[in-house]
């Protein structure tokens, strides 16, 4: 996929993945561009989390952005600070620019130290070009695809998306790893203040199991070589990118051989349709139901009631792909067509609380044998 | 295992349970007893829910007990509150007391309706006998064995505990039962105020999928036939039934093949000790890592840091099964010895945050295979 104006990428394998694949990923960026930052609220957040957050809160433009992948640099003390600056400086030196313009970004293996010399080793054999493929291939861990999304502009600006993420993914930032660059003009302020609101209703909706990690980020980069935008139209198109990844990180889920999608409207307010729709998606019972496909609404029923939103059972409307099967208590339905009808790549919940205004999407995937075995195997 | 004085119990099979398993229980108190309830704070509750909330509110005491597993009796609609009154008119007239004094509770599949004729034509089998196995066993759903406990008092007063629930367990009571009698004479008040201070620090720690059901409670029973007891010794004994039934559910978790216990201590609050020793326990790539015999500590890290407590990653030390693996920071040691080490039935992380006088224990089991295809399978 084609980056947009202002923007270069490339990779390499420096053998901090043990298979060999590559796992370091370059990005300039000219002139230095714009930026908006959301990033974890793990406690144990990696130094190059602690970085890109005093980095964002100086308020400076950013000329480049190196990601390694295959070790999260996470958990290795004052040393683990040292090896993320470290990175920065390589960086910086290969793309010409000042340290204090680059953003990094380490994901894998928690508590072993980065071993900085592969870095150093192989940082001069990447190649810099217009296409965002070998990027999105590099800054993989136990994804099983490239993530890659575009939107484009009247007037010939884009939107151009890339993540990574398939396992530790939650709410508030996962192992998830997402970067939008555009070659739209933006206010940098307009940027900052509501990039925030996009990865809420986007990244911050898709759950595969619960576990937030330390080291994530969703980076929104503008260029502005390609001039000014209509407000509306660039952020209809970053949400929209966003929406695409985060469901791209929610289908490629650990194991996961189905998405879910669940949406919710008729809340008390957005933010219990956001707690809502996710409670359904993060749903052990209801994701090993999806696996089944069982159409055993009662545990979609009980995620909703422990979500923290205000409903009432008598007023609420459940449907599954499409079919009403709960409407203030429960309504007949085929259980042999709706369970074919689960047999699909996506399935879809649709609740209304019947309250008021509030509406929300998140996205999951079904909970397998696969998840398991991925997870009981993968080792330290 | 033997009731204490003023506690008879029994069951039957009343074609509930598919299976035809035992599936109907009865619990009669004489005289009538004081009590203490703790139900599920889910918004879906069930009406044996709504109705023991109800006569605790009155403050009334309690004759009788009435259980049926195999149905939830929940999301039934107005039918099933006119079922759930139903259950206790039975059980009234079984027993020859008022309705008003016995409770019920429904445990099972959720939203169809509960076949009370099957109650009605089988309630006269139940013998009632000073022995509690039968209840034990007739209320269990997806568990695979009974759960008792036991303590006695100096005196010869004693505490009797009886639990149900594997699966939809997860803190604020889950697919939970618990009944705990005692002979001891207790100051009614005490009993309520006391009462969810036990639940809170032991069934509430228990989780095993992360959701809470609609259905469940932990009751304690006090008939004052043995005559007063000592405050100290008599909550003593009960913390401990409830903690041995706590982790017998835990242990028993669907597909569960090992107890995981967390013990938190050193946080700025109790609270936070709960909070964080949950986090841990419920963290599905921990238990996934737990299955695998992987002594992998960054999931261990990763947890406390999304689990809100607060706490610096320089300070924190974590032990697993007695080793120290990390201590302000990774610490050498054997990942083959602590594999091994973890190829137990029980696999204890101990976490001291240095921080505080918070300390808490979690419960909870390794994610299997098992898991999945128990609830892949199970049937609405």
Redesign the interface.
Known sequence: MRLPEGFTAGATASGIKPSGRPDLALVRIEPEAAWAYVAT?????APCVGRGRRLYADGAPVAGLIVNAGN?N????ERGVLDDRRLAELAAERLGVEPRTVLTASTG????PLPVAKVEAHIGAIELTHDLDAFAEAILTTDTRVKLSERSLPGGARVVGVAKGS??I?P?MATMLAYLFTDAAVDPDALRRRWPQVVGATFNQVTV??????NDMAVLFASGRAGPVADGAFWEAVFAVARDLARQIARDGEGAEKLITVRVRGAASEAEARTAARAVA????WK??V??N??????I??????SG???E??RLEIRLQETVI?D???VPYS?IALSQAMQAEEVVVDVDFREGEGAAEAWGCD???G??????????
């Open positions: 609220t793990n406690r144990a957040a999260a996470c958990a290795t003390g293996v928690i508590g072993v396992g530790m939650h508030n199991d619960g576990d937030t990690s330390t993060a749903s052990a019972l090993a139901a696996h089944g069982d159409p055993n609404w009662g545990r029923l009980v995620a909703l009631g422990y939103a205000r409903f059972p008598e709960y203030g208590g429960a259980g909970l397998t044998e998840y398991v075995k991925i997870n009981a195997e993968y080792t330290t």
